[in-house]
């Protein structure tokens, strides 16, 4: 056989008019739809709405926080071992909560793992994770018409307009030789 008689190599790629050899109904039947999962319509949410909860500060996202970081951490914690209560459910229950109605604002799940790998009273008050979990689990406490509690009193006294989510309070600070800061157990700094 001559080369001019050998046939190209054919192609690996999919020609996109290969379906001329008569068989053009397959190409053109749309895709069967999907049946919608009757689980997915009959599951219950399984955390509340708690959006119709007025807080003072809720229209202009102002909620004064009197919670530390860990404390927080420790309720969400709680919350993630709910039965049916996954990173995603929560986020959109605590985004509900906290940003006024219609608000298309997303919290992406990083940011809950970052918030929830800080250690200390202060740690990540400015995360909008922090800040959207304190105002979801108070207007839970609001709703179930629990009282405050002890250390909630107690922040509220060291903390009378709510904990500074605007700066970052375990951050860097100046002092003077001979002087150690530290954090103490509602978020702030001390020296000693």
Not at 29 to 44: G, N, R, S, V, W
Not at 125 to 137: E, G, H, I, L, M
Not at 173 to 188: F, R
């Amino acid at each position: 056989m001559s080369p001019a008689e050998k046939s190209a190599p054919k192609s690996r790629k999919r020609k996109s008019d290969a379906a001329t050899d008569g068989d053009t109904t397959a190409a053109d039947a749309p895709a069967p739809k999907k049946q919608a999962t009757k689980k997915a319509a009959d599951k219950k949410d399984p955390l509340p709405d708690l959006s119709e909860i007025e807080l003072p500060g809720d229209d202009d996202m102002s909620v004064a926080v009197w919670d530390t970081g860990d404390i927080v951490r420790t309720k969400i914690r709680a919350m993630l071992k709910k039965e049916g209560v996954t990173k995603a459910v929560f986020l959109r229950t605590i985004v509900k909560a906290a940003y006024p109605a219609g608000s298309d604002h997303k919290i992406a799940p990083n940011l809950l793992t970052n918030f929830r790998n800080k250690k200390g009273p202060a740690s990540g008050d400015t995360s909008s994770v922090f800040n959207a979990a304190y105002v979801f689990f108070e207007k839970l406490r609001v709703r179930d018409g629990k009282p405050k509690t002890k250390m909630r009193e107690e922040m509220e006294e060291e903390w009378l307009t709510g904990m500074d989510t605007k700066q970052q309070l375990d951050g860097w600070v100046t002092c003077l030789a001979g002087e150690k800061p530290h954090i103490d157990k509602y978020g702030k700094t001390r020296f000693h």
